[in-house]
Structures are given as structure tokens and as C-alpha cells.
């Protein structure tokens, strides 16, 4: 029955970041929750360390959180309490995620946080978040009412709110959720295949090639614009190697010429 469901719009996340107005006060205590975020996250990461040396397995955001609730409670780290606890919580998500990152090998190992390095703390839950945007302020969990430098129109629901200390100010990123109309395609489609020399084909059977591919066949190329079209020139050190463009070529408008023991691929747009 695949035929009663309708698309009425899609649903778009997008960040708006502006620059915080905060005043002395609240300047302390953002220095205070993103060295309390640090804390947390170096601390579990050093327990992860731990308990892998000891040949345990990985400890989950769930355990994680547990070991939280003690740290807080704590005499030793009592000043946790100081801070908002979503935004400590926020810090194991983001080490759970940074391990997944180094299992799936799309990142690094995980490393300590240096302080004055990247500070920033997040808000997740849009409950405790307000924002007034004819007055240029928004109001965050034991931060208060901050006023911000109100450069533009923050369109969407409130998901969440991250705070960030760079270059010594204060910015927020506000990141929202709307609808929207999906767009309507113009033009023929096109093809794309990344990684080879020919990059794509398009509906008018015009031809692009990626220099990623031609990189990667070993081809040193250079690019030159002229005035009534573009010429990409590609220079191989044997003739073989040119033939076997040549081929791939045979759909396109292309000329090479030899010229001292150097192919050259000459290739004009129309």
C-alpha cells in the first residue's frame, strides 16, 4: 500500500551562531561547567583506559553514567554539582561516540582534552531551553537569561544549544528542526562515480573527469582557463599510458599531441 503514503515535507536540522553578551558572573561560571565537562570527559577516559589494560571490556555510556552520579556525589569532586548535569552527561555521549569513530576507523584514538582547547558544554533538552528572539537573549540551566549579538532570524524548533569559548568570547550554536518543501529537480540527471577518472556523465552526454583519478593513475595534470573555454591539460611520461586515456577519452572532443618524448591530453568545452 505504498501508494497512500504522501511526502508533505522533510525535515531540516540546521545551527545558527551567534556571539554571547554575558556578563562577569556568567563568564565565571561558563569557565566552570567547560572545566567541569573536561573533567568528566578525561576522566572516563581514563577509566576506559584502565579497564582495557586490565582486560575488561568497554564500559557503556549506561555504566558510564553511573560512575557520574559517584563522581558528583563524591567528596573528592563535589564541585560537579556546581554544573548543570546534562551537559556532563552530554561529555560521555561524546567519548561513547569518539570510541564508536575509532572502532569503525573513521578517527583516532580518543585523547585527554587540554584545557583552553575547544571549551564548550551542550544543552540537549529543549524543555529547559528558552529563547526570545525580539529581545536577543535565551535562557540556559543555571546560566540564566544571556543576551547575544542578534545577527539574523533563527528559524525552526530548539533542539539543542551548544556553548563555546574561542579566540576569548563566548559564542552559542543554536540548532534547529523545520519542515520544508523538498525540492523540485531541474535539468537531467546526472551520474556520479568518485574515485576514477571519469567522474561523471551527464544527461546532455557531456563527459567530466575528476582529477582525483587521474591522481590516482599517476598522471600529474595542470589546469589553464582561457577565454572562450576551459582547457584541462594532462601530462603522461609514456605514450602507452596515453593511449590507454585515449580510449576512455573516445567519447569526448579531445586532441594529444607529442611534443619532446611528453604526451599532452588537450580538452575543450564548447
Not at 551537559?87 to 584545557?115: C, G, V
Request: contains cysteine; glycine residues 8%; positive net charge.
Amino acid at each position: 500500500m505504498f501508494g497512500e503514503f504522501i511526502i508533505a515535507g522533510m525535515k531540516r536540522l540546521q545551527a545558527f551562531k551567534f556571539e554571547l553578551r554575558p556578563n562577569g558572573e556568567q563568564r565565571r561560571q561558563m569557565r566552570r561547567y567547560a572545566g567541569c565537562c573536561r573533567f568528566v570527559y578525561n576522566q572516563a577516559l581514563a577509566l576506559q583506559r584502565a579497564h582495557y589494560e586490565a582486560g575488561g571490556p568497554f564500559i557503556g555510556y549506561v555504566a558510564m553514567a553511573k560512575r557520574l552520579t559517584a563522581w558528583r556525589h563524591s567528596t573528592e569532586s563535589a564541585w560537579l554539582k556546581e554544573a548543570p548535569v546534562h551537559p556532563l552527561q552530554q561529555k560521555l555521549k561524546d567519548l561513547e561516540r569518539a570510541y564508536q569513530n575509532f572502532f569503525s576507523r573513521r578517527a583516532r584514538f580518543p585523547r585527554f582534552k587540554k584545557k583552553g582547547v575547544w571549551e564548550s558544554f551542550r544543552y540537549p533538552d529543549p524543555k529547559q531551553i528558552k529563547l526570545e528572539q525580539g529581545n536577543s537573549r535565551l535562557f540556559l540551566p543555571k546560566l540564566g537569561w544571556l543576551h547575544y549579538r542578534n545577527s539574523r532570524e533563527v528559524l525552526g524548533a530548539v533542539r539543542t544549544v551548544t556553548v563555546s569559548q574561542s579566540c576569548g568570547k563566548w559564542f552559542v550554536s543554536i540548532q534547529t528542526q523545520r519542515e520544508v518543501e523538498p525540492g523540485i529537480a531541474q535539468g537531467a540527471p546526472v551520474g556520479i562515480d568518485v574515485g576514477i577518472a571519469r567522474f561523471a556523465d551527464g544527461g546532455d552526454q557531456t563527459i567530466f573527469y575528476s582529477d582525483v583519478g587521474l591522481v590516482n593513475a599517476g598522471v600529474v595534470h595542470d589546469e589553464r582557463v582561457g577565454d572562450d573555454a576551459i582547457q584541462r591539460v594532462f601530462r603522461a611520461d609514456a605514450s602507452g599510458l596515453a593511449h590507454a586515456f585515449a580510449n576512455d577519452f573516445a567519447a569526448a572532443e579531445f586532441a594529444f599531441i607529442a611534443m619532446d618524448g611528453e604526451i599532452f591530453f588537450d580538452f575543450e568545452n564548447e
